[in-house]
């Protein structure tokens, strides 16, 4: 089985412990530049896009995206949240490290992560999970909903797509203060899939995106990758892994969960009425070493004890 340093989860949980408006068409400058490459976004330009946040002491930490799909409901990586913490969710925000007044925090009061997910078999798939959040977002200019594919709908090679988030912007830089974008047009499964590429390890239910200079990275996982068709944004990925060599390394194009390959599990967990419920407590050491590929999240080695929620689910 595969194992992978958690960043192309990519999230960027630093363990204290160890311690419907449209994007814009052009980017603007950034003089710290965060997302591999790319440029800062206009405040608030993806308005689904939030700050999973987890609680060390009596702060709260960014360390993985995530996207508003309901009121009271979160998308993002199952690799993010696969361990026992405090979390919250922060919907509105730019400057992670500036209250500017358009932030809604919210708990998380609940973590569904799809039945399949295997912490040490990311290339597996099923790097997905759904976080029921204490209160409902209020939607306005700068908090709205994510716009998802129909189920099974796949893009063709260079669908325009941007990866947003506040990860860091270099392979072993620092965060981003402030959101970012950059473009990751698609790359078919036939071409990622070839040997010179990502090979066997991407499966059918992974979108790539990218493959040159620009990339996400430690920080950016369980993010949106956001994708024009007909000319509106829909979320079709859900930011997963790079490679262990780097962030950008040529020919490694950014891997996503396909969304629209989990349509029908996310509606059975989101409607509780539809749903089966188990739940399943574990204690485990988690350690993640360096392979061939890095999840997008940042943590290493911890002890965990977590409750999560598994439904039964259909995949396209």
């Known amino acids: ?52 946040q987890f609680k060390s002491g009596s702060s709260y930490h960014h360390t993985c995206g995530g996207s508003l799909v309901k009121r009271g409901w979160v998308m993002t990586a199952a690799h993010c949240v696969d361990s026992q913490r405090t979390w919250r969710v922060v919907a509105g925000d730019h400057n992670i490290n500036t209250n500017e007044g358009r932030e809604q925090y919210m ?8 039945p399949n997910w295997n912490r040490n078999n990311v290339a597996g798939g099923y790097d997905i999970a759904l976080l029921r959040l204490s209160s409902e977002a209020t939607l306005n200019s700068y908090v709205q909903l994510a716009r998802l594919p129909p189920s099974g709908q796949v893009l063709p090679h260079n669908n325009p797509c941007y990866i947003s988030g506040w990860g860091r912007t270099s392979t072993g830089g620092s965060l981003s203060a402030q959101l970012k974008q950059a473009y990751l047009p698609v790359v078919d499964h036939k071409t990622c899939s ?48 790079v490679s262990g060599k780097a962030c950008n390394e040529t020919r490694k194009p950014t891997v996503f969960t396909r969304v629209s390959a989990y349509i029908g599990w996310m509606e059975g967990v989101s409607v509780p009425t539809h749903a089966h419920t188990h739940t399943h407590t574990h204690t485990h050491r ?28 259909t995949d396209t």
């Open 194 to 241: 070839s040997g010179s590429w990502w090979g066997g390890t991407v499966k059918n239910t992974m979108v790539c995106a990218g493959g040159g200079k620009d990339s996400g990275c430690q920080g950016d996982s369980g993010g949106p990758l956001n994708c024009q068709v007909s000319g509106s944004y829909y979320v079709h990925g859900v930011t997963s892994f």
């Open 1 to 52: 089985m595969l194992k992978f340093v958690l960043f192309a989860a990519l999230s960027v949980l630093v363990l204290a412990e160890e311690e419907e408006a449209q994007p814009q068409s052009r980017f603007l400058e950034d003089v710290q530049e965060r997302v591999v490459g790319g440029e800062v976004a206009r405040p608030n330009s993806w308005p689904w896009q939030i700050s999973l």
């Open 286 to 313: 988690r350690r993640y070493t360096h392979s061939k590929h890095t999840l997008i999240a940042k943590t290493n080695t911890c002890n965990a004890t977590y409750t999560v929620h598994i439904h039964g689910c």
């Open 107 to 114: 708990s998380v009061s609940r973590v569904h992560i799809h």
